[in-house]
């Protein structure tokens, strides 16, 4: 690899990330005699244990989704009303085929409407547009969700029965610092707009974020490779070293075959254009990483699931966006780049790669 060698000094503003605008508008629907958990509390006494259900897109052993469960988890069994919680996962990302994915979304609906649940948390998109929009976006039982990916005005919400957590990509501070990296290789940065590839898994998250990151980048040239298995990742990590300015890894998801140890080595091999990542478990393989705080998702939820049993309602908690960062700097890839990291940055950034 060669790239001339640089400071990440510039990195310092971005390292304690500042909160970012979380409060967003409301949909229209809007209603100011939204119902309080008392009056919508279903098939259960005063008194007795509130029933909770965790409605989950994906699969049990999905990382983030883990660390958003365990976080859920432990913050509302620290509360006086430690509800009973029934965990349901439709593993959306384990199946590519629309036949398959309804087919779950009619059990996790079969599953609410046996359990009647008094809230119900849901995680991520698939759930959101199979599940919640067809069948409970206006009750009967208040709504939270958590990881819908950049707007959920798609879903036609009654935001008087929902309230909801945002999932954000930290793109646009990821993309400003990885063109500061002046690279050495031919073609050179393009003069008009920033060519950005991305590389991904081919997911309904992964497709519905690229849509918004053409539309809040105004000035990158973006091009994206949906990938299945991890022999057409490496083939289309190829292939962009020698058409793109700078490279997103977005994320593994959905991709069969994904072998950590061999990534790492293939990107130190051949990597040749400055790399970035907003997924935190990608850092190992991105010389960059603006990732997301994924335990934050479930805490929101709890604090969300406490509010609404203390009397709050849906439109009072309202929708909002994570913001929370987990900067990296991938040590290994660093070194074999020519990249002099600044004590400041030492100090500040979680490093990795440096075995």
């Given at each position: 690899?060669?790239?001339?060698?640089?400071?990440?000094?510039?990195l310092?503003?971005?390292?304690?990330?500042?909160?970012?605008?979380?409060?967003?508008?409301?949909?229209?629907?809007?209603?100011?005699?939204?119902?309080?958990?008392?009056?919508?509390?279903?098939?259960?006494?005063?008194?007795?244990?509130?029933?909770?259900?965790?409605?989950?897109s994906?699969?049990?052993g999905?990382?983030?989704?883990?660390?958003q469960?365990?976080?859920?988890?432990?913050?509302?069994?620290?509360?006086?009303?430690?509800?009973?919680?029934?965990?349901?996962?439709?593993?959306?990302?384990?199946?590519n085929?629309?036949?398959?994915?309804?087919?779950a979304?009619?059990?996790?609906k079969?599953?609410?409407?046996?359990?009647?649940?008094d809230?119900?948390?849901?995680?991520?998109?698939?759930?959101?547009?199979?599940?919640?929009?067809?069948?409970?976006?206006?009750?009967?039982?208040?709504?939270?969700?958590?990881?819908?990916?950049?707007?959920?005005?798609?879903y036609?919400?009654?935001?008087?029965?929902?309230?909801?957590q945002?999932?954000?990509?930290?793109i646009?501070?990821?993309?400003?610092?990885?063109?500061?990296i002046?690279?050495?290789?031919?073609?050179?940065?393009?003069?008009?707009?920033?060519?950005?590839?991305?590389?991904?898994?081919?997911?309904?998250?992964?497709?519905?974020?690229?849509?918004?990151?053409?539309?809040?980048?105004?000035?990158?040239?973006i091009?994206?490779?949906?990938?299945?298995?991890?022999?057409?990742?490496?083939?289309?990590?190829?292939?962009?070293?020698?058409?793109e300015?700078?490279i997103?890894?977005?994320?593994n998801?959905?991709?069969?075959?994904?072998?950590p140890?061999?990534?790492?080595?293939?990107?130190?091999?051949n990597g040749?254009?400055?790399?970035?990542?907003?997924?935190d478990?990608?850092?190992?393989?991105s010389?960059?990483?603006?990732?997301?705080?994924?335990?934050?998702?479930?805490?929101?939820?709890?604090?969300?699931?406490?509010?609404l049993?203390?009397?709050?309602?849906?439109?009072?908690?309202?929708?909002v966006?994570?913001?929370?960062?987990?900067?990296k700097?991938?040590?290994?890839?660093?070194n074999g780049?020519?990249?002099?990291?600044?004590?400041?940055?030492?100090?500040?950034?979680?490093?990795?790669?440096?075995?």
């Amino acid at each position: 690899m060669s790239l001339k060698c640089f400071s990440l000094l510039f990195l310092l503003p971005f390292l304690t990330m500042c909160q970012r605008s979380t409060e967003l508008p409301l949909s229209q629907n809007l209603k100011n005699d939204a119902p309080t958990f008392a009056q919508t509390r279903r098939g259960a006494i005063d008194g007795s244990q509130v029933r909770v259900m965790y409605l989950d897109s994906y699969h049990e052993g999905y990382q983030a989704g883990a660390l958003q469960r365990v976080a859920f988890a432990a913050d509302l069994a620290a509360t006086s009303f430690k509800p009973q919680i029934l965990w349901h996962f439709m593993n959306s990302q384990q199946v590519n085929d629309q036949q398959a994915i309804d087919k779950a979304a009619r059990i996790a609906k079969e599953r609410i409407d046996n359990y009647q649940p008094d809230i119900l948390v849901v995680s991520d998109d698939t759930a959101m547009r199979t599940v919640i929009a067809p069948f409970f976006r206006k009750g009967p039982m208040p709504v939270v969700f958590i990881g819908v990916n950049w707007d959920a005005e798609p879903y036609k919400l009654d935001y008087s029965w929902v309230c909801g957590q945002l999932e954000v990509d930290l793109i646009k501070a990821l993309s400003d610092q990885l063109v500061k990296i002046k690279p050495n290789f031919e073609p050179a940065l393009s003069k008009d707009k920033v060519r950005m590839a991305i590389l991904t898994g081919d997911t309904e998250t992964d497709r519905k974020t690229v849509e918004y990151y053409k539309r809040y980048l105004s000035t990158f040239q973006i091009a994206a490779s949906f990938v299945v298995t991890f022999e057409s990742w490496k083939s289309s990590f190829l292939a962009l070293q020698k058409t793109e300015d700078i490279i997103i890894l977005r994320s593994n998801n959905g991709i069969t075959g994904w072998n950590p140890k061999d990534a790492i080595s293939f990107v130190a091999k051949n990597g040749r254009i400055p790399s970035g990542s907003v997924s935190d478990w990608m850092s190992n393989v991105s010389l960059l990483t603006y990732g997301k705080d994924n335990a934050e998702f479930g805490h929101w939820a709890a604090e969300a699931v406490v509010r609404l049993l203390q009397g709050e309602t849906p439109p009072s908690i309202g929708i909002v966006a994570n913001y929370n960062a987990k900067v990296k700097v991938n040590l290994g890839l660093a070194n074999g780049y020519g990249v002099t990291v600044s004590p400041q940055v030492l100090d500040l950034a979680e490093l990795v790669g440096r075995d």
